[in-house]
């Protein structure tokens, strides 16, 4: 099910600076991801878009233990901010994306990210999320750019 309150000519919420509908809007409605590292931005940008349904079914089955769309769901949400792909790679039908994902708590409005080495699988002709290993935030550093999206200096947002 599309999100009906994101524009499809709108900056794409995976930061990957084409528009949604050049970019993650197409594998939301079925297209297959090429590589890991577009499958990792079009998941990002359902976890913005509160697109659970396709989180399901791009995360492989053998993974997913008692993960269902309704407790992705339950909630409060975090407000998700930016995403940074740090790195990907692919030997084969096996990939890796580094990344961080960046948020403010809707409890707290804290800044935080997940900061996250993920893995992925090719099966069948098509991508999936299997699992991650989590690592500490790398906040940047008080004269960078903002991580959310702001364009001011992290010093003067965000820290």
């Known amino acids: 099910m599309m999100n009906p309150n994101i524009d499809p ?3 794409c919420p995976c930061c990957s600076l084409k528009t ?10 079925g297209v297959k991801a090429l590589n ?14 509160g697109l659970f349904a ?10 997913l233990f008692d993960l269902t769309q309704q407790t992705l ?8 901010l930016t995403l940074d792909v740090i790195s990907s790679n692919v030997i084969g ?8 994902a960046w948020f403010r708590d809707n409890k707290s409005n804290a800044l935080d990210a997940i900061h996250e080495y993920s893995n992925f699988i090719k099966e069948n002709g098509r991508w999936y999320y299997t699992d991650g290993v989590q690592k500490d935030p790398v906040y940047p550093k008080r004269n ?3 991580v959310c999206g ?9 820290l």
């Open 9 to 11: 000519t709108r900056p």
């Open 20 to 29: 949604y509908n050049d970019c993650c809007q197409p594998l939301h409605l």
């Open 36 to 49: 890991p590292e577009q499958l990792m931005r079009s998941r990002f940008s359902a976890f913005y878009l």
């Open 54 to 63: 396709y989180l399901i079914d791009t995360h492989h089955k053998n993974y």
């Open 73 to 80: 769901s339950d909630g409060p949400q975090p407000h998700w």
């Open 93 to 100: 039908d096996q990939g890796t994306v580094t990344f961080q």
């Open 144 to 146: 960078a750019l903002c």
């Open 150 to 158: 702001s364009s001011k200096k992290f010093k003067q947002c965000c």
